[in-house]
């Protein structure tokens, strides 16, 4: 996998005002994907994108990819507002929705049935969309009615924030005819339908995962990977990446966010610089898991063998522009 597509977005220079988290919306002022050699460390930007104005909360630039799915020659991710699909490795857009019910999008990928399973994450609801925008389901991720918080009659692209969320969910993957999801909040994964199952994830809040062979793997924003088994639902391995990267808690791996294994033993994930907002947005998790005199690292990604406990490789993102990651997918052959 000498290869790899990184998803995720360029910060704006931030002036004397620090940011609030009503700013969220202008942090990042485009939405990048780089094509990463990880033999080099040299990337290159396939996509820069920003979102256009009628799809976006203001008047300033606005951009930041967010996860997604890569399925053949079909790259599928979003914005906080679109979902949008590129065809590799020309990366032709040949997709794209924006709907009044998307508002801080975090996931999109595909339904078993073709129709896009999409994470709004603003409004704690996983929605059902046909390829055309046509709304075919709706999970509330608490124990709510949908709309029963929220109006229909809201365009919630329009609207800055609507934070605190009850859950702020993540990850949406299927089981066989199960859905389920991560819920940031609860430190969960929840099923939506059939059996209504909740695992509790050994993470302080977990973000996104991957479906692998006979494993789920979720990262927990702390610095995290819990893997479980596909068949039992149990948890086979809670992996603190912070004792493997640098061997010293005291360097924080920065926000761990994105994950791809490479095969049983190594796995790629991404790792985010630590900024103000999050800092004032999660005092508890500063309190528990930052201590005095703790680095933060800039925006990479790191491979790790899991199986030895070692960190093989990190790459730098921050000299190429990006600032943010949340998606990570090899570059087909």
């Not at 919306?25 to 080099?40: C, F, G, N, Q």
């Not at 949908?146 to 009850?166: E, I």
């Not at 702020?168 to 940031?184: A, G, M, S």
Request: proline residues 5%; charged residues 25%.
């Amino acid at each position: 996998m000498a290869k790899l597509y990184v998803l995720g977005g360029r910060q704006r220079k931030v002036g004397i005002k620090p940011p609030t988290f009503q700013d969220e919306w202008y942090l990042y002022e485009a939405a990048l994907i780089l094509e990463v050699d990880t033999d080099t460390g040299v990337a290159r930007t396939c996509v820069d994108y920003e979102t256009p104005r009628e799809a976006r909360a203001g008047e300033q630039r606005a951009g930041n990819f967010h996860s997604g799915a890569l399925i053949g020659d079909s790259l599928y991710t979003c914005t906080m507002t679109e979902v949008l699909v590129y065809r590799v490795p020309d990366f032709k857009q040949i997709g794209y929705l924006s709907l009044p019910s998307f508002n801080d999008l975090h996931h999109v990928t595909p339904a078993s049935d073709g129709n896009l399973l999409v994470v709004s994450t603003g409004l704690d609801m996983v929605l059902k969309v046909s390829t055309q925008g046509e709304s075919l389901a709706e999970w509330c991720v608490t124990d709510e009615i949908p709309w029963s918080r929220f109006s229909r009659a809201v365009d919630y692209r329009r609207v800055v924030t609507t934070r605190p969320h009850l859950a702020h969910p993540n990850f949406v993957f299927e089981l066989e005819d199960e859905l389920w999801v991560t819920r940031f909040e609860q430190g969960d994964t929840i099923c939506l339908n059939k059996s209504g199952k909740r695992i509790g994830l050994d993470v302080y809040r977990p973000h996104d995962g991957v479906v692998y062979g006979k494993r789920i793997l979720f990262t927990g924003v702390e610095g995290k990977v819990v893997i479980l088994n596909r068949r039992t639902l149990g948890i086979e391995q809670t992996i603190d990446l912070r004792e493997v990267q640098d061997g010293d808690k005291e360097k924080l791996p920065a926000w761990c966010r994105g994950l791809l294994p490479v095969d049983e033993k190594t796995i790629w994930v991404g790792f985010t610089r630590i900024r103000q907002t999050l800092l004032r947005e999660n005092v508890r998790w500063v309190k528990t898991v930052l201590r005095e005199g703790t680095i933060a690292k800039p925006t990479h990604i790191a491979l790790f063998d899991i199986a030895n406990m070692q960190c093989l490789k990190e790459i730098d993102l921050e000299p190429h522009g990006m600032h943010t990651v949340f998606g990570i997918f090899p570059v087909p052959d």
